[in-house]
């Protein structure tokens, strides 16, 4: 009887563990017609099975007096042996029922993933309709140079403005409690001369630091997944830490007259120090308010100086400022509050003022990394070694505008003018010097193309500054930052297949309709060509050195 059990139970978990459906081969679907047979066979087997335990168990009868207990044990037995056999075909279609619904959500929720793959395997570079050199130049001499002509103009009043709103700002703040702002920075394309697209738009950082005696101490990135981003921690004359001047063994008979412990300050009970809650940490979120306020308050104090109307246009960063005068025109700018890593050109950023490709830190502790001093410095120093009239940045130029025009059209994606500009600091350095004559604009806006497809095929777009082996030692970035692995700006692709796909797609549209773009513009030109040395606001003309605006307020370039 025992042995009887136990073969059944044998059977039923032999059965489930052969079936297709619990254990398919590479995911493959098992025919239906096939399923039916394999449930045919084992069904015969299960007969089988049951004639040869009704014969075993009547052989088992050896006495007499024993005949009538076996009688009655053998139709228990045959009872049992019912039980399972109905079980087992119970089973059996209960794994097929939820085979089915099983087949039947997953092909009506998940999209076939190696067709999307497929999708864009045939799509290349190579065989792209692409403009002539002939009508490139044409684009550029006629399209791109009017629309920059605004440019120096632009970063001449933002400078100015700038400058007496930052002096306004330190003017209203209590430099014992307040912190300390330090003399803007520009950087952006507007100040490498690739920027094209309206509106012109001017970013600067402002370094700012704590009121003495205490002081930033930044952190850097250590794991390989946040090398674009780190800590800040605000030190206090009472950390542990001490002198900083310990750390280079003066010797027993020195004295360090800066750091005294004798001559410390006392320390001020009111000073906000734009920590997050309950820790050390600087908060990007409380240094963002903190800078709006005081924004807002030397606004304030110089108002009356001007005729024109300053708002902030976007309140989820700090320094996103618009600028409206009566006529209507509007110039927009970002100031962005940022604290200065060690005695470096890097910086820490609250926010990015523009979407440059950085994946934004999900903690207010985590502060974004800003190379762009160090990138505007090697645009302009290699320059230098290229020839006159080079097409480096006119490539640059053409493929933004052709992103912005394909993203109006198809929503954005997760491709950023920060990786076109990637893309060329990267060709700058593979490419002999002499190749970016001005009569190669085709075949290096060409290979900026081919280059930014295979980065999108393999997900793979290396950050140009970290972790970059062939980076000229000129250019005398941090240490830590050169030698540590090489950053991913397309990870986000790795991990979101549906941006990567739109991504992909918006590409090979933007692709696509390069030649149809550049030919439409070409020959439907803004009319009138504004002139280079003067600009003229509302109310009032300026030359190349003054901005006169309305009420005679004139404010010059210090810069």
């Not at 700002?169 to 952006?188: A, F, H, P």
């Not at 409206?324 to 940022?338: A, H, L, R, T």
């Amino acid at each position: 009887m025992q042995a009887g059990i136990f073969k059944v139970c044998l059977v039923v978990i032999t059965a489930i563990v052969n079936h297709p459906l619990l254990f398919p081969n590479n995911g493959s679907t098992v025919p239906e017609e096939v399923i039916a047979q394999k449930l045919k066979e084992r069904e015969e087997n299960l007969k089988l099975q049951q004639l040869e335990l009704e014969q075993l168990l009547s052989h088992s009868e050896t006495t007499q007096e024993d005949e009538t207990n076996a009688d009655s044990k053998t139709t228990e037995d045959g009872s049992l042996w019912d039980f399972w056999s109905v079980m087992s075909m119970i089973i059996f279609l209960m794994i097929e029922v939820w085979r089915q619904d099983f087949l039947d959500s997953n092909n009506s929720h998940e999209p076939p993933k190696e067709e999307d793959d497929l999708a864009f395997i045939g799509s290349s570079c190579h065989g792209a309709p692409f403009p002539s050199k002939a009508k490139l130049a044409i684009f550029h001499d006629q399209y791109i140079r009017t629309t920059t002509n605004d440019v120096a103009r632009t970063k001449e009043f933002v400078e100015g403005f700038a400058d007496d709103l930052l002096e306004a700002l330190r003017s209203v703040c209590n430099r014992d409690t307040d912190m300390e702002v330090e003399d803007s920075i520009c950087i952006g394309s507007m100040y490498e001369n690739w920027r094209v697209n309206k509106p012109l738009i001017c970013d600067l950082i402002v370094p700012f630091a704590p009121p003495e005696p205490y002081h930033f101490r930044c952190q850097p990135p250590i794991a390989p997944n946040q090398q674009n981003y780190g800590e800040i921690h605000v030190r206090g004359p009472d950390d542990e830490s001490g002198c900083v001047c310990d750390k280079k063994k003066l010797g027993e008979d020195m004295l360090c007259l800066l750091h005294n412990p004798n001559n410390k300050k006392k320390v001020i009970k009111d000073v906000n120090l734009l920590c997050a809650k309950n820790s050390n940490h600087l908060a990007t979120d409380q240094v963002m308010k903190w800078f709006q306020r005081s924004i807002t308050k030397a606004w304030g104090r110089i108002s009356h100086k001007y005729e024109f109307e300053l708002t902030f246009s976007h309140l989820d960063s700090p320094g996103a400022l618009r600028v409206k005068f009566k006529s209507g025109k509007v110039i927009s700018f970002n100031i962005s509050p940022v604290v200065q890593y060690e005695d470096s050109d890097l910086y820490f950023i609250s926010h990015f003022p523009n979407n440059n490709g950085s994946e934004e830190a999900s903690s207010s502790i985590y502060w974004n990394l800003s190379f762009a001093v160090y990138e505007r410095r090697f645009l302009k120093e290699f320059a230098k070694s290229l020839p006159d009239s080079s097409c480096h940045l006119s490539c640059l130029q053409i493929m933004t505008f052709l992103h912005s025009k394909q993203s109006h059209l198809t929503g954005p994606s997760g491709l950023t003018s920060y990786h076109l500009k990637t893309v060329l600091l990267h060709l700058l350095l593979t490419r002999a010097c002499y190749d970016w004559c001005n009569v190669m604009l085709e075949e290096r806006l060409r290979d900026m193309f081919k280059h930014l497809e295979k980065c999108l095929l393999e997900k793979k777009l290396q950050h140009f500054m970290i972790g970059n082996p062939k980076l000229p030692n000129s250019v005398n970035i941090p240490e830590h930052f050169r030698l540590v692995e090489p950053l991913n700006l397309f990870r986000s692709f790795v991990l979101n297949r549906d941006l990567y796909q739109k991504t992909l797609s918006m590409f090979y549209e933007m692709l696509k309709n390069a030649s149809v773009v550049i030919n439409e513009y070409s020959f439907h030109l803004p009319g009138g060509t504004p002139n280079k040395n003067s600009f003229h606001l509302p109310g009032g003309t300026a030359n190349k050195n003054s901005f006169h605006l309305p009420g005679g307020t004139s404010i010059k370039n210090s810069h």
